[in-house]
């Protein structure tokens, strides 16, 4: 972000905490009208907020490709040991064709739902980058009290003026922050 | 929330709502999470006694008596020709429905948005976790040669052998197995705002614990987005997971030969009386915990034995109707030996048994729930909670040793006495149970207090003319 | 003697019910060629009873009229087994060149589905090790594997002794001669009441005595297909 | 926090590297156990023996193509060449005692057949398998051999199923080798 900029247009890191859903919207809006862009804002809740209330952005997971390709894989394992095994040694029982259609829907039910199931949850880490391997991230502890923290980068040189706007939205603190947002 | 717009006179009646209501109730985040904390933090006296109590009954009455069970064969259990299945295979049965609780109080009432399980759905999905662990061991505990079970695994090996994929057994094992997997990871995503909030709150060797599993929550956007999508995928797929798993173990028996198994409607009947045994076991688990865990008799009210005491009445209902169904269409078949099995079960040996199972299952809820007042007594709830699985271990053990004692050739007639090793392993998983869920009580948060916090923001009240109603706004 | 493709047997068993006279000596003689273990007065009342033949003894007629039959029940060696499907390790299985329903001890788990699914009420289970003290351990078949604890056994028409003939004959370059096979439980029948043989065997005298009027197969409404013909001129029903 | 996480992952790593050196340590030793030859009563050369006299297994072994189990030879069969021999080796020395005190050679044996496995050398030998094929080079070893080929179920089913397809069926069939 700003890479290369070095001296006064260094960027730097601001937090500036909100306890109403409603201060951290404007709070948004005042950063936006400065002409920072959304990519530079981050917002950390204790609580889940839709996009629209904030004003922020509205991007789709990716987290039902996940399931998709897991209910996929998982799919095709159970054919491939329902239909494929037989067929690498085959043993009668019963009187029975090796290859039986109706049991294997459940074979087929069971390995497709394990797979999308274990896809969706591993989903969930990779696309969020959890956990923290690359460096130190950004973060306010009081998030999980429930307040709305509001990162932002901004040029060195911009700082006092952004900080000075924001301050009529009514943080209840605004501090450098250290780490990167990922 | 908007209490400025509502006028004073009515202020009584806002007063009562919230009293009511836990969502109509809001704390500060702050003040919420410190209860939990707490809670969690409450290691005193009587605590470590009955945990220690519970660790060594367990390693006694399960472990011990297992390790014996195995170092001399099968026969210490009460089992013999004909009735191959005994109270293993029963506490299997019961142990699986008690695990249908938790997905279906936490994963259905979220699909159908009902806001009273915001509260303790963690509970019953820890519930889940546990139940299963307890009837996943009684398919081991109950082979002949334990050590050999991995055999039912499919895997590539020098024996280029693999498992039967047409065997019912086989399909117990992967339908438990994606269950177990699955109710375990979605008990572990909505966690992980809790873990996090437990890791900040946190010192010492609890901050290590929480800052490993928490994988570095933050809380951003992108974290919840993809949190919620897939808890939403979760609700959504592990309802026809946990409706297979029952599904199949009724399979176990609907699919074999024996009269007094093979029967259609076992799906659905175990189905309903899954939920009927782990519904009510809810009831009772939110009793202990209200009066065993600090601060919890703000998060867990009358309001929800209220709730669950409804679920429990109509799911009574609906075993009801499902066994009443069974059991005359059997009768009208007229087949000599079913007829035998069902003299035995009414008036022969099992007479007891079944007749436990009928007061146990349809009376006396039919009798007390259709009472508010009584539904709204934690204590009566968790008594039913008590009686309905008495009756349902009663409906599994004539099941499974019932039908079995009667068969084609009157020869090979037969009768089961539980031995001793059995009924202490029976015993034992209940205690394993109960120790589990004592030390998760103490080591994760019980309540997700971000769902919670996420109901006070979509309740509302609202004056309508001279009255004053709740109002629910929708945020997912 | 007519063409017959070695490859393929059909080993049937036929028991004339008109001349069992209960005796017993088949249950003692399988016991003795297949190590089957005693398990004692006392297990063996509570149901614990290792046979892999048992005399099902009933009785037909009002009092003072009252007749006792005898029936010795063992595996029917179903073509179409209850026992098989459901057994998630292939312990039980079909040989589909000997037509015979196969157990295999060493790949059994012990789940005991299988025992549940037999109408038969053929299979018998190790309850514990069992010990045959000494001189008892001079009997034991080499032929036979010893079971330990935890595995389910069951009938297997001699297998050993099926397997030693068809092997006597690969090796003299002939199919195998009627009669050349004879389990434990036929051999010691003193009124000749059991035959066993190839059904593929057009001359054999099991064919002969299955194709007779008398002949019944035991729960045949369940479509097991048993390889266990009986012979009875009385009406044989529980 | 800073210094928690550091020790956090500290930990993690720790656990990591100590739980893959455990297995590591457990099979190499499992490895190297698995490949050691027991001991015999006397040092057997089964390479003087083959190629240097040029026997045939069959001298030694003669039941292989009359029983199930080969068989091993008798000190007397032993003793009938060695009679004529000046001992030399410690080997022969040793045998000579067995010999002269009409004991039997106490041979540890090797491949081990499990209780519940069928298997007669006969059918094999007499269905033109040469020993080579099931036992390895055994008569270039200098030592009592070790199992030169891994025989488990997988390389018995490897060859059965390798072979005419009218027979294939019964030759895969269970009964076929577990008794």
Same mark, same amino acid.
């Given at each position: 972000?700003?890479?290369?900029?070095?001296?006064?247009?260094?960027?730097?890191?601001?937090?500036?905490?909100?306890?109403?859903?409603?201060?951290?919207?404007?709070?948004?809006?005042?950063?936006?009208?400065?002409?920072?862009?959304?990519?530079?804002?981050?917002?950390?809740?204790?609580?889940?907020?839709?996009?629209?209330?904030?004003?922020?952005?509205?991007?789709?997971?990716?987290?039902?490709?996940?399931?998709?390709?897991?209910?996929?894989?998982?799919?095709?394992?159970?054919?491939?040991?329902?239909?494929?095994?037989?067929?690498?040694?085959?043993?009668?029982?019963?009187?029975?064709?090796?290859?039986?259609?109706?049991?294997?829907?459940?074979?087929?039910?069971?390995?497709?739902?394990?797979?999308?199931?274990?896809?969706?949850?591993?989903?969930?880490?990779?696309?969020?980058?959890?956990?923290?391997?690359?460096?130190?991230?950004?973060?306010?502890?009081?998030?999980?009290?429930?307040?709305?923290?509001?990162?932002?980068?901004?040029?060195?040189?911009?700082?006092?003026?952004?900080?000075?706007?924001?301050?009529?939205?009514?943080?209840?603190?605004?501090?450098?922050?250290?780490?990167?947002?990922? | 929330?908007?209490?400025?717009?509502?006028?004073?006179?009515?202020?009584?009646?806002?007063?009562?709502?919230?009293?009511?209501?836990?969502?109509?109730?809001?704390?500060?985040?702050?003040?919420?999470?410190?209860?939990?904390?707490?809670?969690?933090?409450?290691?005193?006296?009587?605590?470590?006694?009955?945990?220690?109590?519970?660790?060594?009954?367990?390693?006694?009455?399960?472990?011990?008596?297992?390790?014996?069970?195995?170092?001399?064969?099968?026969?210490?259990?009460?089992?013999?020709?004909?009735?191959?299945?005994?109270?293993?295979?029963?506490?299997?049965?019961?142990?699986?429905?008690?695990?249908?609780?938790?997905?279906?109080?936490?994963?259905?009432?979220?699909?159908?948005?009902?806001?009273?399980?915001?509260?303790?759905?963690?509970?019953?999905?820890?519930?889940?976790?546990?139940?299963?662990?307890?009837?996943?061991?009684?398919?081991?505990?109950?082979?002949?040669?334990?050590?050999?079970?991995?055999?039912?695994?499919?895997?590539?090996?020098?024996?280029?052998?693999?498992?039967?994929?047409?065997?019912?057994?086989?399909?117990?094992?992967?339908?438990?197995?994606?269950?177990?997997?699955?109710?375990?990871?979605?008990?572990?995503?909505?966690?992980?705002?809790?873990?996090?909030?437990?890791?900040?709150?946190?010192?010492?060797?609890?901050?290590?614990?929480?800052?490993?599993?928490?994988?570095?929550?933050?809380?951003?956007?992108?974290?919840?987005?993809?949190?919620?999508?897939?808890?939403?995928?979760?609700?959504?797929?592990?309802?026809?997971?946990?409706?297979?798993?029952?599904?199949?173990?009724?399979?176990?028996?609907?699919?074999?030969?024996?009269?007094?198994?093979?029967?259609?409607?076992?799906?659905?009947?175990?189905?309903?009386?899954?939920?009927?045994?782990?519904?009510?076991?809810?009831?009772?688990?939110?009793?202990?915990?209200?009066?065993?865990?600090?601060?919890?008799?703000?998060?867990?009210?009358?309001?929800?034995?209220?709730?669950?005491?409804?679920?429990?009445?109509?799911?009574?209902?609906?075993?009801?109707?499902?066994?009443?169904?069974?059991?005359?269409?059997?009768?009208?078949?007229?087949?000599?030996?079913?007829?035998?099995?069902?003299?035995?079960?009414?008036?022969?040996?099992?007479?007891?048994?079944?007749?436990?199972?009928?007061?146990?299952?349809?009376?006396?809820?039919?009798?007390?729930?259709?009472?508010?007042?009584?539904?709204?007594?934690?204590?009566?709830?968790?008594?039913?909670?008590?009686?309905?699985?008495?009756?349902?271990?009663?409906?599994?053990?004539?099941?499974?040793?019932?039908?079995?004692?009667?068969?084609?050739?009157?020869?090979?007639?037969?009768?089961?006495?539980?031995?001793?090793?059995?009924?202490?392993?029976?015993?034992?998983?209940?205690?394993?149970?109960?120790?589990?869920?004592?030390?998760?009580?103490?080591?994760?948060?019980?309540?997700?207090?971000?769902?919670?916090?996420?109901?006070?923001?979509?309740?509302?009240?609202?004056?309508?003319?001279?009255?004053?109603?709740?109002?629910?706004?929708?945020?997912? | 003697?007519?063409?017959?493709?070695?490859?393929?047997?059909?080993?049937?068993?036929?028991?004339?019910?008109?001349?069992?006279?209960?005796?017993?000596?088949?249950?003692?003689?399988?016991?003795?060629?297949?190590?089957?273990?005693?398990?004692?007065?006392?297990?063996?009342?509570?149901?614990?009873?290792?046979?892999?033949?048992?005399?099902?003894?009933?009785?037909?007629?009002?009092?003072?009229?009252?007749?006792?039959?005898?029936?010795?029940?063992?595996?029917?060696?179903?073509?179409?087994?209850?026992?098989?499907?459901?057994?998630?390790?292939?312990?039980?299985?079909?040989?589909?060149?000997?037509?015979?329903?196969?157990?295999?001890?060493?790949?059994?788990?012990?789940?005991?589905?299988?025992?549940?699914?037999?109408?038969?009420?053929?299979?018998?289970?190790?309850?514990?090790?069992?010990?045959?003290?000494?001189?008892?351990?001079?009997?034991?078949?080499?032929?036979?594997?010893?079971?330990?604890?935890?595995?389910?056994?069951?009938?297997?028409?001699?297998?050993?002794?099926?397997?030693?003939?068809?092997?006597?004959?690969?090796?003299?370059?002939?199919?195998?001669?009627?009669?050349?096979?004879?389990?434990?439980?036929?051999?010691?029948?003193?009124?000749?009441?059991?035959?066993?043989?190839?059904?593929?065997?057009?001359?054999?005298?099991?064919?002969?005595?299955?194709?007779?009027?008398?002949?019944?197969?035991?729960?045949?409404?369940?479509?097991?297909?048993?390889?266990?013909?009986?012979?009875?001129?009385?009406?044989?029903?529980? | 926090?800073?210094?928690?996480?550091?020790?956090?992952?500290?930990?993690?790593?720790?656990?990591?590297?100590?739980?893959?050196?455990?297995?590591?340590?457990?099979?190499?030793?499992?490895?190297?156990?698995?490949?050691?030859?027991?001991?015999?009563?006397?040092?057997?050369?089964?390479?003087?023996?083959?190629?240097?006299?040029?026997?045939?297994?069959?001298?030694?072994?003669?039941?292989?193509?009359?029983?199930?189990?080969?068989?091993?030879?008798?000190?007397?069969?032993?003793? *009938?060449?060695?009679?004529?021999?000046?001992?030399?080796?410690?080997?022969?020395?040793?045998?000579?005692?067995?010999?002269?005190?009409?004991?039997?050679?106490?041979?540890?044996?090797?491949?081990?057949?499990?209780?519940?496995?069928?298997?007669?050398?006969?059918?094999?030998?007499?269905?033109?398998?040469?020993?080579?094929?099931?036992?390895?080079?055994?008569?270039?070893?200098?030592?009592?051999?070790?199992?030169?080929?891994?025989?488990?179920?997988?390389?018995?089913?490897?060859?059965?199923?390798?072979?005419?397809?009218?027979?294939?069926?019964?030759?895969?069939?269970?009964? *076929?080798?577990?008794?």
């Amino acid at each position: 972000m700003y890479g290369g900029y070095q001296g006064r247009y260094a960027p730097k890191t601001f937090v500036a905490l909100y306890h109403e859903p409603d201060d951290a919207a404007r709070a948004i809006d005042v950063l936006r009208e400065i002409g920072i862009e959304d990519r530079f804002i981050q917002v950390q809740s204790g609580v889940p907020y839709r996009a629209e209330f904030l004003g922020r952005p509205e991007r789709p997971s990716g987290v039902p490709k996940y399931a998709m390709v897991g209910a996929f894989v998982g799919f095709l394992a159970a054919l491939g040991l329902y239909y494929g095994t037989p067929l690498l040694y085959p043993i009668r029982v019963g009187g029975k064709p090796l290859l039986a259609v109706p049991p294997s829907f459940i074979v087929l039910f069971e390995l497709t739902m394990l797979g999308m199931l274990i896809a969706t949850f591993l989903g969930v880490f990779v696309e969020s980058l959890l956990p923290p391997v690359f460096g130190k991230r950004v973060y306010h502890p009081e998030v999980s009290d429930g307040a709305i923290a509001v990162f932002f980068q901004v040029p060195a040189h911009l700082a006092e003026r952004v900080k000075q706007a924001l301050a009529a939205t009514g943080p209840s603190e605004i501090a450098p922050a250290e780490g990167t947002f990922l | 929330m908007q209490e400025t717009t509502l006028p004073a006179e009515l202020h009584e009646r806002v007063e009562e709502l919230r009293e009511e209501h836990l969502l109509l109730d809001p704390r500060p985040r702050e003040e919420m999470n410190r209860m939990v904390l707490e809670a969690m933090e409450d290691v005193n006296r009587e605590y470590i006694i009955v945990m220690t109590i519970l660790g060594l009954v367990t390693a006694v009455t399960l472990f011990g008596a297992w390790g014996y069970l195995m170092s001399k064969g099968l026969g210490l259990a009460g089992i013999r020709r004909p009735i191959y299945w005994g109270l293993f295979i029963v506490s299997f049965v019961f142990w699986i429905g008690i695990s249908h609780a938790g997905t279906f109080v936490s994963a259905i009432l979220r699909v159908f948005k009902a806001e009273f399980r915001r509260p303790f759905t963690r509970a019953a999905e820890l519930m889940t976790t546990f139940a299963l662990a307890g009837a996943g061991l009684y398919p081991l505990i109950h082979l002949g040669r334990t050590w050999r079970f991995y055999w039912m695994i499919p895997y590539p090996n020098q024996r280029w052998l693999w498992p039967n994929f047409r065997s019912p057994l086989v399909w117990d094992f992967l339908a438990i197995n994606t269950y177990l997997l699955g109710s375990t990871m979605y008990l572990f995503l909505p966690l992980i705002p809790d873990l996090a909030m437990a890791r900040d709150k946190s010192k010492g060797w609890r901050k290590v614990l929480y800052t490993i599993l928490s994988f570095g929550w933050r809380g951003t956007e992108e974290e919840w987005r993809h949190l919620q999508k897939a808890i939403q995928i979760f609700a959504w797929a592990i309802i026809p997971v946990m409706f297979s798993v029952h599904t199949i173990v009724s399979w176990d028996f609907a699919v074999a030969m024996k009269l007094g198994w093979h029967s259609t409607i076992f799906g659905p009947y175990f189905i309903v009386g899954a939920i009927l045994s782990g519904i009510s076991a809810v009831g009772f688990i939110l009793y202990m915990i209200r009066i065993s865990v600090k601060n919890m008799r703000y998060f867990i009210r009358p309001e929800h034995f209220d709730a669950l005491g409804k679920l429990l009445l109509i799911i009574s209902m609906g075993w009801a109707y499902f066994f009443f169904n069974e059991f005359l269409l059997e009768w009208y078949g007229g087949e000599h030996t079913v007829q035998e099995i069902l003299r035995y079960y009414t008036t022969g040996d099992m007479a007891p048994v079944w007749w436990t199972m009928v007061i146990c299952n349809i009376l006396i809820p039919w009798l007390v729930l259709w009472n508010k007042n009584w539904r709204r007594k934690p204590w009566v709830m968790a008594l039913m909670g008590i009686i309905v699985n008495i009756g349902m271990y009663a409906e599994r053990y004539v099941i499974v040793v019932g039908a079995l004692s009667r068969n084609r050739i009157p020869f090979d007639w037969g009768w089961y006495k539980p031995s001793l090793v059995e009924i202490s392993i029976a015993l034992g998983t209940f205690t394993l149970f109960f120790f589990l869920y004592g030390l998760a009580s103490r080591l994760i948060p019980l309540i997700p207090v971000w769902e919670v916090e996420e109901g006070h923001h979509a309740h509302g009240l609202k004056r309508i003319g001279k009255g004053v109603v709740k109002t629910v706004a929708e945020l997912e | 003697m007519a063409e017959m493709d070695p490859q393929h047997t059909k080993w049937v068993m036929v028991i004339d019910l008109d001349r069992c006279n209960g005796c017993g000596a088949c249950v003692t003689a399988c016991a003795m060629e297949n190590n089957v273990a005693f398990t004692g007065e006392e297990e063996n009342a509570y149901g614990r009873g290792m046979h892999w033949l048992r005399i099902v003894r009933y009785w037909v007629g009002e009092w003072p009229n009252v007749q006792v039959r005898f029936m010795p029940m063992l595996c029917q060696q179903c073509s179409n087994a209850p026992c098989e499907p459901v057994c998630p390790v292939f312990a039980t299985m079909h040989s589909e060149a000997q037509e015979l329903n196969i157990q295999v001890y060493n790949r059994c788990i012990g789940t005991r589905y299988c025992a549940n699914n037999c109408p038969y009420i053929a299979r018998t289970f190790n309850w514990f090790d069992y010990e045959w003290p000494e001189p008892l351990n001079f009997h034991l078949n080499p032929d036979v594997t010893v079971r330990r604890r935890g595995i389910m056994e069951k009938c297997t028409f001699c297998i050993q002794r099926i397997r030693a003939a068809e092997e006597e004959a690969r090796m003299e370059g002939r199919p195998v001669r009627d009669g050349e096979v004879q389990p434990a439980c036929a051999q010691a029948c003193p009124t000749e009441a059991i035959v066993f043989g190839n059904w593929q065997d057009p001359n054999s005298k099991v064919r002969e005595l299955a194709e007779s009027q008398r002949g019944f197969r035991f729960l045949e409404e369940l479509g097991t297909e048993p390889k266990v013909i009986y012979l009875s001129s009385q009406k044989h029903e529980f | 926090m800073q210094a928690t996480s550091s020790q956090v992952r500290k930990a993690v790593i720790t656990v990591v590297v100590l739980s893959v050196l455990g297995v590591l340590l457990v099979a190499a030793v499992g490895l190297y156990r698995s490949q050691q030859t027991p001991p015999q009563p006397l040092p057997f050369n089964h390479q003087v023996h083959v190629q240097k006299v040029g026997l045939s297994c069959l001298y030694c072994h003669s039941n292989a193509n009359k029983g199930q189990s080969a068989g091993m030879p008798t000190t007397q069969r032993c003793i *009938a060449c060695h009679q004529q021999i000046e001992p030399t080796t410690e080997g022969e020395r040793i045998l000579r005692q067995y010999a002269e005190n009409e004991e039997s050679i106490p041979w540890v044996p090797v491949a081990i057949m499990p209780d519940f496995v069928y298997f007669s050398h006969q059918v094999h030998v007499n269905a033109n398998i040469s020993c080579e094929q099931c036992h390895g080079e055994v008569g270039q070893s200098t030592i009592a051999p070790s199992l030169t080929k891994k025989q488990n179920m997988g390389w018995c089913l490897a060859c059965h199923q390798n072979q005419p397809q009218e027979r294939v069926a019964r030759l895969t069939s269970c009964e *076929a080798c577990h008794k």
